[in-house]
Antibody, heavy 116, light 112 residues
Framework: QVQLVQSGAEVKKPGASVKVSCKAS????????ISWVRQAPGQGLEWMGW????????NYAQKLQGRVTMTTDTSTSTAYMELRSLRSDDTAVYYC?????????WGQGTLVTVSS | QSALTQPASVSGSPGQSITISCTGT?????????VSWYQQHPGKAPKLMIY???KRPSGVSNRFSGSKSGNTASLTISGLQAEDEADYYC????????????FGGGTKLTVL
């Protein structure tokens, strides 16, 4: 079955970087894009950006431009999201999702906690 | 670009029907038939319930239906069941040079 499995929880200090992985299985990885969506504690969903697994093209949400980088490794069907210069308000669960003008399925989520 | 507008909460009794609205603008909901809806239970990842305004993925109950009129999309759940209690989010796209996704603020559905 189509599945996305993400890396484990992270605790980072303010100013540091975090890189979350998302391993896809059950479909042709390069036929879809991958989006990243985050959810701060008790808050709603926020789209962070998208990467084409076919050619690596990216589209980042304006508020994260300059701090986020999304990449893929087609040899392992894995997508990565790196967020730099972390702040306390980056504390959230980060999800990857296969995208085709909608998001399905979603990974299980990765909790990133930013705390000094 | 602001998030799409959803009611913070809705409620209904088992067996009843409820509708959750998702209001955008002529630049997002009104421009594209790309509204999707997601169900999220506490501590779980979101699950796709409706895509392209009114299409249901395989495995999703036909009690869930979607529609759109102008700049407002709607999710209707008929025959409410206890397991439908969850948060629901709408999503649409906007943009010309870039094509960005935007979520609604979410609606908490309580089954009384």
């Amino acid at each position: 079955q189509v599945q996305l499995v993400q890396s484990g929880a992270e605790v980072k200090k303010p100013g540091a970087s975090v890189k979350v992985s998302c391993k896809a299985s059950g479909y042709t990885f390069t036929s879809y894009g991958i989006s990243w969506v985050r959810q701060a504690p008790g808050q709603g969903l926020e789209w962070m950006g998208w990467i084409s697994a076919y050619n690596g093209n990216t589209n980042y949400a304006q508020k994260l431009q300059g701090r986020v980088t999304m990449t893929t490794d087609t040899s392992t069907s894995t997508a990565y999201m790196e967020l730099r210069s972390l702040r306390s308000d980056d504390t959230a669960v980060y999800y990857c999702a296969r995208e085709y003008n909608w998001f399905d399925p979603w990974g299980q989520g990765t909790l990133v906690t930013v705390s000094s | 670009q602001s998030a799409l507008t959803q009611p913070a909460s809705v409620s209904g009794s088992p067996g009843q029907s409820i509708t959750i609205s998702c209001t955008g603008t002529s630049s997002d909901v009104g421009s594209y038939n790309l509204v999707s809806w997601y169900q999220q239970h506490p501590g779980k990842a979101p699950k796709l319930m409706i895509y392209e305004v009114s299409k249901r993925p395989s495995g999703v109950s036909n009690r869930f239906s979607g529609s759109k009129s102008g700049n407002t999309a709607s999710l209707t759940i008929s025959g409410l069941q206890a397991e439908d209690e969850a948060d629901y989010y709408c999503c649409s796209y906007a943009g010309s040079s870039t094509f960005d996704a935007f979520f609604g603020g979410g609606t908490k559905l309580t089954v009384l």
